[in-house]
């Protein structure tokens, strides 16, 4: 791992940084690296990640093997139980649960390093991630913040599940609604307006889900092979097996949520409107990303980084102490 705390050096002697409570009108980094170590979900390896501080307008990458890959829609390549992207022969699986701490605690632009493909699972939920962002403090920078704002109504389904945004005067808001056969899911609906303190108490906490029945299937599909009490609600015979018990009695559909949040934080910006879905997950959530965009209904609130700003941040990337 490559030691980034020059930016943040540079950054706090220059004065174009300072500490950040809430969402603010410009662009943040991290004041520091921070680096958290954990076992991946699916490939079952042990993974060291550093959240790393970038520049304005560098927005979420991920470095695996000295390559760099965008936190972009267009780079998912698999949806199926988690968000992966991929470019060239590189991939990043697992992503989601980092790119929802990063997008609800209102963090834009930041370096993941990793050394191996799936980001770890730690606790299942987002919380060990805040507490790492937390840790390494939060800075904004001298460039104003950019979103995307829903100018129309756009939706996708698939069977009975769907996704859709709709236009809302401000902020995000996410209506998350599931239904499972039996307890203990059933059905269960979470709304709320996303801000760094909803997102800390009341999305951050929940953990992910599976059910023991379908272990042996995904073991064989090469997935899950990290899933452990420590990490995962299991699910069987109508409990949860895990001797502590759920964080929240709707801790599946919150955790929905949570998903929500960060496939959707693969737009490059903050979203400014409506987000309901009923019975959805990483497939509709990148789905309706592309549907969005595909039909103009996401419109910049301020431009993206001109051609001049990206050929400098490409040269960052691209910088020896990067590598």
């Not at 001298?142 to 005067?169: F, H, K, M, N």
Request: net charge neutral.
């Amino acid at each position: 791992m490559v030691p980034a705390m020059s930016l943040a050096d540079r950054l706090s002697r220059s004065g174009a940084a300072r500490r950040v409570r809430g969402l603010p009108h410009r662009q943040t980094s991290l004041a520091r690296a921070v680096s958290l170590s954990g076992v991946g979900a699916h490939s079952g390896d042990r993974t060291h990640v550093t959240l790393a501080p970038a520049p304005a307008g560098a927005g979420v990458s991920f470095c695996s093997d000295g390559h760099i890959v965008p936190a972009d829609w267009r780079q998912v390549d698999a949806t199926h139980l988690r968000t992966r992207l991929q470019d060239g022969a590189v991939s990043v699986s697992t992503i989601e649960h980092l790119m929802a701490a990063l997008a609800g605690l209102g963090v834009d632009n930041v370096l993941v390093e990793l050394d191996r493909g799936e980001i770890p699972a730690m606790d299942g939920s987002a919380a060990p991630f805040v507490a790492a962002i937390d840790e390494a403090g939060i800075v904004a920078l001298d460039a104003a913040r950019r979103s995307l704002r829903v100018v129309d109504s756009v939706r996708v389904q698939d069977g009975a599940g769907w996704a859709e945004l709709s236009p809302a005067p401000h902020g995000l808001t996410l209506d998350v609604e599931i239904a499972y056969p039996a307890p203990p899911i059933g059905r269960q609906r979470v709304r709320l307006a996303l801000t760094p303190e909803t997102f800390r108490s009341a999305v951050a906490p929940a953990r992910t889900f599976g059910f023991l029945a379908d272990a042996e299937r995904l073991w064989r599909e090469g997935l899950a092979l990290g899933a452990s009490l420590d990490n995962t609600i299991v699910i069987d015979d109508g409990r949860a097996l895990n001797p502590q018990g759920l964080r929240f009695a709707d801790e599946f559909a919150r955790h929905k949520l949570l998903d929500a949040v960060g496939d959707l934080a693969l737009a490059g910006a903050p979203i400014i409107g409506a987000f309901r879905s009923y019975r959805g997950g990483h497939g509709l959530n990148v789905a309706l990303l592309a549907e969005a965009m595909q039909r103009g209904a996401l419109e910049w609130e301020n431009p993206p980084a001109s051609a001049r700003a990206r050929e400098k941040l490409t040269g960052w990337q691209n910088a020896p102490e990067r590598r």
